[in-house]
């Protein structure tokens, strides 16, 4: 086999290596031009989602922001409502403790005069109730305005004007015909009586004192005022007679002793 030149085979080489260097170098860029494009597509891609991106966060910011808006609106209505709610409980509070503060004392006035009447009442009951005296060694129950009559007429009396007294002690007489006092204010009307010389009226209380209560302490003493009566009447006899049953009647009193004494000048 016959070698070949040299120089023939270098320019082969060379072209071929060229050829294909070429060849490589124009596969490359326009890989790299490939490349690029879709480089930019894929940046356009994610530019556009992200500006969509954005404008949707915008969006629920916006809507964040509004939804937060009413929702801070409403809780504001819903604070003021119930502020109002708390100031009207407040005013229908203080109303309701101001009615109980007058209710309170309403109440109190109320007591204080239901008391104030109870007194009186009270008072006016007592002026009705029977009250316990002693007259001649015995007690006795009688109506207050019975003893206020009867001690009334008795002042007149022991002040010495007997006028006033007869009206008093007749009062008395007419408006309580059944007291226990009846003794002693027909004895002292008939004493008040012989003082203004009334001397009939006189003599004839002392003779209902004497029917009455034949029996009381000063019976004695009602016959003795009769004989006085008689003796300024001028019917000694009477008189007389009126004294000797006196001493009959009440022999061991001081009275008799007194009836004695006037028979013995009488005679």
Known sequence: MTAMPIFHTRPVYAGLALTLALF????????????DDEARRAILDLRQKLEQSQLAQKALVEESNQSQAQ??????????????????????????????????????????RQKDVLLTV?????????????????????????????EQAMDIFRQGDFLAAQVALSGFVTRHPSSVYMPQALFWLGNAQYATKSYKESMANFQKMLTLAPNHPRAAESMLAISNVQIELKDLKAARVTLTDLVKAYPNSETAATARDRLSLLR
């Open 122 to 150: 009270d008072d006016r009951l007592k002026r009705f109730e029977p009250v316990k005296v002693t007259l001649d060694g015995r007690e006795h129950l009688v109506e207050p305005a019975e003893k206020r009559d009867f």
């Open 71 to 112: 929702l801070n609106a409403q809780l504001r209505r819903s604070l003021l409502d119930l502020q109002t709610q708390i100031d009207a409980l407040k005013a229908e509070l203080a109303k309701s403790l101001g009615q109980q503060e007058r209710l309170a004392r309403d109440l109190t006035e109320l007591q204080l």
């Open 24 to 35: 490589a170098a124009g596969g490359t860029a326009h890989a790299a031009l490939f490349g």
